[in-house]
């Protein structure tokens, strides 16, 4: 880290006190400002939307890890990056860590490397989201969406979108690549109150799609999983 870069502040939650030192100690080491909780219910009295980043323990007494996420992304909306420590690695157990917005998920037991590895690629991976707040525009290939102003302009010209059309490319937009299960993207834009359970996505996203055809850009869907935005290739 570059002494030009604000340091990035973690939160620990982990019921295992040794683990929580161990981890510290080496991402202190780092140069990362870190905070620990032994509980979710510890980790939810603290100002969440101040971390860069939460490592955050299924498995624990109480409330898991699991229903924590489930509290801050839907109920708090809260967006901060979530990597999942977990020594359940079933594909269902992987699919619900996902569905609540996880953005990455480390099997027990793991190595220290791999840990700060998976750390630093994330945090490269969301910074632009920090960029996009500050600049209020989002911006991939020739797309550019205003969010004061609530307009998208694709290779110069106005897309006009409606309310949740724009909420749903606002937010495939801010982590392009990145697969949004329907789930996610009904509780996100719909926040419970929508009829018609994935179909609702799935029409909004044709009428997206078809709005934003001629852009460089495509919206695909990742069978199984979700929805994506990503740049074309231009050259096909």
């Known amino acids: 880290m570059t002494h030009n870069q604000p340091i990035k502040k973690i939160l620990l939650v982990d019921d295992e006190q040794d683990l929580l030192e161990i981890l510290s100690f080496n991402l202190e080491g780092k140069n990362y400002h870190v905070e620990t909780a032994t509980s979710a219910l510890e980790a939810l009295e603290k100002n969440i939307n101040s971390f860069d980043l939460i490592l955050l323990d299924v498995m624990m007494q109480g409330m ?8 801050i992304r839907r109920k708090r909306g809260c967006n901060t990056p979530i990597i999942f420590l977990t020594a359940k690695d079933t594909e269902n157990d992987l699919l619900t860590g996902f569905s609540l917005g996880a953005d990455d998920y480390i099997s027990k037991p ?4 791999e840990v700060m590895a ?11 989201d920090t960029h996009f707040a500050e600049s209020n525009t989002i911006a991939i290939a020739d797309v550019v969406i205003d969010l004061p102003s609530k307009t998208v302009k694709a290779n110069g010209e106005v897309v006009k979108l409606a309310k949740k059309e724009f909420e749903i490319l606002q937010l495939l937009a801010e982590k392009p690549n990145y697969v949004f299960p329907r789930t996610t993207i009904l509780d996100r834009i719909w926040k419970g109150e929508y009829d018609g359970g994935d179909r609702t996505v799935d029409v909004h996203i044709t009428r997206l799609r078809k ?3 001629n852009a460089h850009v495509q919206i695909v869907n990742r069978s199984g999983f979700g929805y994506s935005i990503v740049e074309k290739n231009i050259d096909e």
Do not use: P
């Open 110 to 113: 793991f190595s220290i490397k």
């Open 118 to 128: 998976r750390i630093q690629a994330v945090l490269n991976r969301t910074s632009n």
């Open 211 to 213: 709005k934003l055809q």
């Open 64 to 71: 898991s890890g699991f229903q924590f996420a489930e509290e």
